[in-house]
């Protein structure tokens, strides 16, 4: 007569956890890409914040973007601005911010000469600042200073557009905002990667995750309950 056994399945050992949360991360990734909901993001409005002290520059650009299909919105100063972005004016460096808005703002672009904080101090409040560095910011000025342009581009901005602003200049705003993209994405990976190589905390989870798999081997038999098994206090009672 035939008998029937239950057939345990061979113990094979987890892979470090880190590995794991790395190789979840790249999966994740590589389905948003994919996935219409990715597709529908990836067509969504570019989101622009425009900053300004000219009531009649701010209506210009604000339309001028809108007709660009970016997603527009207007401030009159730059101490405006860096509250939007969550930014406190006097202590920009500082990574006080709203964590939502850094995903929801893609671009800024500034007028340079503004009372109190001028466009040039604008951009480096937001190139000290470790959440929105990465973003793209654009200076406008109606005075063709190339001292003052170079300085501009030297302290991280990616382009300087005279004034009166022409619907021309929208098409080079795109690009900047798609090589942001990319750069983030290139950070988040190094950061899990850094992570994941210099965290220990996670070894003694895969060696206890190991030893957890080991224990449903067919030689515990001993004990009467395959899962009670994992807990060592447990084998007196079995």
Do not use: W
């Amino acid at each position: 007569s035939l008998s029937c056994q239950a057939h345990t399945p061979p113990a094979f050992p987890l892979p470090h956890s880190n590995s794991i949360h790395l190789l979840l991360h790249q999966a994740k990734h590589t389905l948003a890409l994919s996935s219409p909901m990715a597709v529908a993001i990836a067509e969504a409005p570019f989101h622009v914040l425009a900053v300004d002290d000219s009531v009649l520059d701010r209506k210009l650009i604000e339309r001028l973007l809108k007709t660009s299909s970016f997603q527009v919105t207007t401030v009159d100063s730059g101490t405006k601005a860096l509250e939007f972005l969550g930014l406190h004016d006097e202590d920009a460096s500082i990574s006080s911010v709203h964590q939502d808005v850094e995903v929801n703002v893609n671009l800024i672009i500034t007028d340079y000469c503004m009372p109190g904080m001028t466009g040039y101090d604008l951009l480096k409040k937001i190139k000290e600042s470790s959440s929105f560095r990465d973003i793209p910011v654009v200076i406008m000025s109606s005075e063709n200073i190339p001292s003052r342009i170079n300085r501009c581009l030297e302290e991280g901005a990616n382009e300087f557009f005279l004034k009166p602003v022409r619907l021309s200049d929208m098409s080079k705003l795109k690009p900047h905002i798609m090589k942001s993209r990319c750069k983030e994405h290139c950070h988040q990976d190094e950061d899990l990667l850094s992570n994941s190589e210099t965290n220990p905390t996670n070894n003694s989870s895969s060696s206890s995750d190991t030893i957890t798999i080991s224990s449903s081997n067919p030689t515990d038999n001993s004990s009467g309950d395959t899962i009670s098994s994992s807990n060592p206090t447990d084998n007196s009672s079995g």
